[in-house]
């Protein structure tokens, strides 16, 4: 191939490389070392009023960028909004050798407003379940307090201080049962305060089966730690021991009948984050089960309130940490707790 062959394939190839840009309706932009455009396709210079010709050696954060937001060539995948429009593009940006850099905006507009219509379905829905279970979980006590309290003042006069008694004792449960469930639901409301500070994870482990593990032990329930040299997490002391103790309780509700539970504990540090490991060798959970977990007021516990792990999970988000359960039936659960390094956190 002579030199001018050559020529004339790269020409065709540039040109043909320029039709396909032009027809994308994608904004590309090639952007000088200075701001402004080197070259543009036909979307990105429409979107400015321009053609492509016209936009060339226009400063990109007068035509295009919004003010206070001039996004270089090196900041990666964001999501932003652009002078001219109120849709939201998704912005990428390759840096050259030569100080320019290369930039690209998805127009992703519809796949936002189709995330808010899913997220507030979702919303909804968990709503839904929230106001449905409150009904339920307070309307079992409540009827069973006016019934007892209905026998009482139809029976009165008749009815032994024994007999009088026993109602009260009863009226009384029901009481408790009540309170216990507001008391979940404050847990459950957003304004309960956490305080995320540099806490010793393997203390606070530590610290929870020693206080547990008398009782437990009673049940034929075994605690057991395995820990190596940690640093501190971001964490919380109080909102750590309702955690462990949320998910010991539900090993112990899970556990194989008449069968010796065993509870290990595990941690260690991978990267800039705290792993710890809870693991029980009791009936673990199905597919359907797991996928269940944290739905408000669903529980498969014949007096549970379906409210702890939705507690947990929240109480974990409030300290940049998050859960992970694997599980199979008849061999056990595990459930991954993993935290923020303390002196990762600027």
Same mark, same amino acid.
């Given at each position: 191939?002579?030199?001018?062959?050559?020529?004339?394939?790269?020409?065709?190839?540039?040109?043909?490389?320029?039709?396909?840009?032009?027809?994308?309706?994608?904004?590309?932009?090639?952007?000088?070392?200075?701001?402004?455009?080197?070259?543009?396709?036909?979307?990105?210079?429409?979107?400015?009023?321009?053609?492509?010709?016209?936009?060339?050696?226009?400063?990109?954060?007068?035509?295009?960028?919004?003010?206070?937001?001039?996004?270089?060539?090196?900041?990666?995948?964001?999501?932003?909004?652009?002078?001219?429009?109120?849709?939201?593009?998704?912005?990428?940006?390759?840096?050259?050798?030569?100080?320019?850099?290369?930039?690209?905006?998805?127009?992703? +507009?519809?796949?936002?407003?189709?995330?808010?219509?899913?997220?507030?379905?979702?919303?909804?829905?968990?709503?839904?379940?929230?106001?449905?279970?409150?009904?339920?979980?307070?309307?079992?006590?409540? +009827?069973?307090?006016?019934?007892?309290?209905?026998?009482?003042?139809?029976?009165?006069?008749?009815?032994?201080?024994?007999?009088?008694?026993?109602?009260?004792?009863?009226?009384?449960?029901?009481?408790?049962?009540?309170?216990?469930?507001?008391?979940?639901?404050?847990?459950?409301?957003?304004?309960?305060?956490?305080?995320?500070?540099?806490?010793?994870?393997?203390?606070?482990?530590?610290?929870?089966?020693?206080?547990?593990?008398?009782?437990?032990?009673?049940?034929?329930?075994?605690?057991?730690?395995?820990?190596?040299?940690?640093?501190?997490?971001?964490?919380?002391?109080?909102?750590?021991?309702?955690?462990?103790? +949320?998910?010991?309780?539900?090993?112990?509700?899970?556990?194989?009948?008449?069968?010796?539970?065993?509870?290990?504990?595990?941690?260690?540090?991978?990267?800039?984050?705290?792993?710890?490991?809870?693991?029980?060798?009791?009936?673990?959970?199905?597919?359907?089960?797991?996928?269940?977990?944290?739905?408000?007021?669903?529980?498969?516990?014949?007096?549970?309130?379906?409210?702890?792990?939705?507690?947990?999970?929240?109480?974990?988000?409030?300290?940049?940490?998050?859960?992970?359960?694997?599980?199979?039936?008849?061999?056990?659960?595990?459930?991954?707790?993993?935290?923020?390094?303390?002196?990762?956190?600027?």
């Amino acid at each position: 191939m002579t030199p001018s062959d050559l020529l004339t394939t790269v020409s065709r190839a540039a040109s043909e490389w320029l039709s396909i840009l032009d027809a994308l309706d994608h904004l590309v932009i090639l952007e000088t070392a200075e701001g402004t455009v080197a070259r543009c396709n036909q979307a990105a210079a429409a979107h400015m009023g321009l053609s492509v010709r016209q936009a060339v050696g226009e400063s990109l954060a007068t035509r295009l960028w919004r003010d206070g937001e001039c996004p270089a060539a090196d900041t990666g995948k964001q999501t932003l909004r652009i002078r001219n429009s109120d849709d939201w593009f998704e912005h990428v940006s390759y840096p050259l050798a030569d100080g320019r850099g290369v930039h690209l905006l998805v127009n992703i +507009n519809d796949r936002q407003q189709l995330q808010a219509v899913a997220e507030g379905l979702n919303v909804s829905d968990n709503l839904n379940f929230m106001v449905t279970g409150i009904r339920h979980e307070l309307g079992n006590p409540l +009827n069973s307090l006016k019934m007892a309290m209905s026998v009482l003042r139809e029976r009165l006069p008749s009815l032994q201080q024994s007999e009088i008694l026993v109602y009260l004792t009863r009226m009384g449960e029901q009481v408790q049962r009540m309170e216990y469930l507001l008391q979940l639901l404050r847990s459950f409301s957003v304004s309960e305060v956490v305080q995320p500070t540099p806490t010793d994870l393997v203390q606070a482990v530590d610290s929870f089966i020693a206080l547990s593990c008398a009782d437990l032990e009673r049940q034929n329930v075994t605690l057991r730690a395995e820990h190596t040299a940690l640093p501190p997490i971001v964490g919380d002391a109080r909102a750590l021991q309702q955690v462990l103790s +949320n998910l010991v309780a539900n090993a112990v509700d899970a556990r194989k009948p008449d069968s010796p539970l065993l509870i290990t504990f595990a941690s260690e540090k991978i990267g800039q984050r705290v792993v710890l490991v809870v693991t029980d060798n009791g009936s673990g959970m199905s597919p359907k089960q797991l996928s269940m977990l944290f739905r408000p007021f669903v529980s498969t516990k014949p007096h549970g309130s379906g409210l702890g792990l939705s507690i947990v999970r929240r109480l974990l988000a409030t300290l940049g940490a998050s859960i992970a359960f694997r599980s199979q039936v008849g061999t056990g659960t595990q459930v991954e707790l993993s935290f923020v390094v303390a002196e990762s956190v600027p």
